[in-house]
């Protein structure tokens, strides 16, 4: 399936209809979250890399035109002034791994109308999903407290894609390692895994399982313990890496029931056997809640094993995102529907101390102090630099969380920052307004 077929039909229809009406100019679109979701004190901008390689090779063809056609049950003929249309506009967005706050542009669309407007549905959905997954994956990583956290989504993950965005967010927001082989090879995380619980099953015993995985990987292992009784499983464990002479590097995983509880009896027994070098690892259900509760109660973790709650950000698994219409030929535009309005023109992010922000436009001059969150990425076309690295965007993210407010990080009840409006982009809000309001009779509406 063609990624410009991977459309709304809308997106098809209205394009259509600029080109047949010669609506060519330039017409720059704005991507943004209305509101955070509720748990979260700040967002992590991400996507922004797929979503340019998507923008680059973005060209419709044959192929394109006829499906197109076909859906709409339309001669293809019809759809031909849709044919070589490809994307050779100008992007601005922020940096993969900045945080964002609500009413902050993401990323702005400047192109000939058509080319702006067909691209829309593939650029939400590319920004929207991996930014949620990393604003959960971010507040793991704070509920850890430097411990360290590894991927384990891609079996409950909402597709095969989705898992390997999944793995990748994560490693953007401090993950040590993946469980999916290929995340680890693409993006070049560590991989790590254990075992399941059938593999100790098909064996007679757990020690034959366990001597067993020992025999076939002699490197550092891990093993499962909690696949009958687990003070058992863990005592099996012990000897088994004692009598092999295991212990540094090795580690057990704690799947089920009371984690803590778990956590403090089998270090207790690890320790006795002279094996305080061997780690623990717990996993199942786990999110950040349940990992910021172990952290604070104490219990001897050495590393998180977290999957399907933050794969698919259970608790907030979408965000309110709109990508739309600022300006068009020069003429700054707005949409004055209750609770919707939008704010017109081109915008910037001038980025203070503490996530003090203020959103302003495009052309204005920074407030002092302030650093300006939308780069040029995106020119003709054509990328204006080399493709970003993980590293880059990791770095990225730990300076800008580290630089918020305690109460935007706590993981119950965070509090997010509320972006101010410059006084420019307030006075050109008024003007359009009233200016949309006089021409088509419509009521009065407040930016978001």
């Known amino acids: 399936m063609s990624q410009v077929t991977t459309t709304d039909l809308y997106e098809v229809t209205m394009a259509l209809s600029y080109l047949r009406e010669d609506m060519r100019a330039p017409a720059t679109f704005s991507l943004f979250v209305r509101d955070l979701p509720p748990g979260r ?15 680059s090779r973005f060209r419709v063809g044959r192929s394109d035109v ?37 009413g902050e542009p993401l990323l702005e669309v400047t192109a000939p109308l058509p080319q702006a407007q067909l691209v829309e549905t593939y650029l939400l959905s590319l920004l929207c999903h991996q930014t949620t997954v990393a604003s959960k994956a971010a507040r793991c990583v704070l509920a850890g407290a430097g411990r360290p956290l590894v991927d384990f989504s891609l079996r409950r ?18 993950f040590a390692g993946t469980s999916n082989v290929a995340a680890a090879h693409r993006y070049g995380i560590p991989a790590a895994g254990t075992m399941a619980h059938s593999y100790v099953e098909s064996f007679p015993s757990e020690e034959a399982a366990f001597r067993a995985f020992a025999r076939t990987h002699p490197g550092p292992v891990t093993f499962l313990v909690d696949t009958y009784d687990t003070g058992l499983g863990v005592a099996t464990a012990a000897r088994v890496l004692a009598d092999l002479g295991l212990g540094p590097g090795c580690a057990i995983r704690l799947d089920s029931g009371d984690l803590g509880a778990q ?22 259900g786990l999110d950040e809640y349940a990992v910021d509760r172990l952290v604070r109660d104490g219990a001897p973790v050495d590393a998180y094993a977290v999957g399907t ?46 996530a003090r922000d203020v959103i302003g436009l495009a052309n204005e001059e920074p407030p002092g102090g302030t650093e300006p969150l939308l780069l040029t990425v995106m020119r003709g076309g054509l990328r204006t630099g080399p493709p970003d690295t ?43 307004r009233h200016r949309t309001g006089a021409r088509t009779g419509a009521g009065r509406g407040a930016p978001d």
Do not use: C, N
Not at 82 to 87: P, R
Not at 263 to 284: E, F, P, T
Not at 391 to 415: Q, T
């Open 41 to 55: 004190g700040f967002l992590v901008a991400a996507g922004l890399e797929p979503a340019l390689d998507y923008l």
């Open 66 to 102: 006829r499906e197109f056609a076909e859906v709409l049950r339309r001669p293809a003929a019809d759809l031909e002034p849709l044919h070589g249309l490809s994307f050779e506009g100008q992007v601005r967005a922020v940096p993969e791994g900045r945080v964002v706050l609500a």
């Open 157 to 174: 993950a909402h597709g095969a894609e989705a898992g390997l965005q999944a793995a990748r967010l994560g490693a953007l927001a401090g």
């Open 263 to 284: 956590a403090r009896g089998a270090r207790a027994a690890l320790d006795a056997a002279g094996l305080g070098d061997v780690r623990i690892i717990v996993s199942g």
């Open 309 to 354: 709650k933050v794969g698919t950000a259970a608790d907030a698994p979408y965000l309110d995102a709109a990508y739309k219409l600022v300006e068009y030929d020069g003429r700054p535009v707005m949409k004055l529907s209750a609770a919707k309005a939008t704010a017109p023109g081109p915008k910037q992010v001038f980025r203070g101390p503490g």
């Open 390 to 432: 993980l590293a880059a965007a990791r770095a990225r993210f730990e300076a800008d969380v580290a630089a918020l407010p305690e109460e935007a990080r706590r993981i119950e009840d965070p509090v997010a920052p509320v972006p101010e409006v410059s006084a420019r982009l307030a006075a050109l809000t008024a003007v359009v």
